[in-house]
């Protein structure tokens, strides 16, 4: 099944968001598969957001995810990418639907919480670059009261 690299940014951890976060994950039926509590320099976050590179906004974006610990996640589901993008809500909190974590849970598009993969292949790499010990395998025995 899918995978999609899910990430808790700082202002998230700090702001006690993980245990809801994970659960909103978990309630929609998602497997988790990797999980763990870190802190990146630069170097890392900057690889992270290679493709942001040139934005004005790239240096602030590098500061902000290195200012403190993060939870980077691998979530597994049927179209988890998509689904998970829906969960997080637009990348703007000003334009995020209530209901989304971005629409509940913040202000400013610089500290919007929560990072999701954009697409399978983004997916793939981000995980290769976050989990490149592996995630683990496991199978939810709930997965027949989830997909028919
Ligand atoms: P997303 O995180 O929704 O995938 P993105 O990949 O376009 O959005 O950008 C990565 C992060 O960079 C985003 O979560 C917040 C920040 N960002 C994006 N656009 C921005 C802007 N115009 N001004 C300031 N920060 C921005
Ligand atoms: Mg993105």
Redesign the pocket.
């Known amino acids: 099944m899918e995978q999609t690299f899910i990430m808790i940014k700082p202002d998230g951890v700090q702001r006690g968001l993980v245990g809801e976060i994970i659960s909103r994950f978990e309630k929609k039926g998602f497997s988790l598969r990797g999980l763990k509590l870190i802190s990146v320099d630069s170097a890392f976050a900057e690889k992270h ?1 290679a493709d ?1 590179s040139a934005k004005p ?1 790239f240096n602030g ?1 590098v500061e902000y995810i290195i200012s403190g610990p993060v939870v980077a996640m691998v979530w597994d589901g049927k179209n988890v990418v998509k689904i998970g993008r829906t969960i997080i809500g637009a ?1 703007n909190p000003a334009d995020s639907a209530p209901g989304t974590i971005r629409g509940d849970f913040a202000v400013d ?2 500290r ?1 919480v929560i ?2 993969s ?1 697409s399978v292949e983004s997916a793939r790499k981000e995980i290769a670059l976050w989990f490149p010990e592996g995630v683990t395998e496991w199978q939810s025995s709930l997965r027949p009261w989830i997909y028919e």
């Open positions: 957001y942001l906004f974006l990348t598009i610089g919007n990072h999701g954009d």
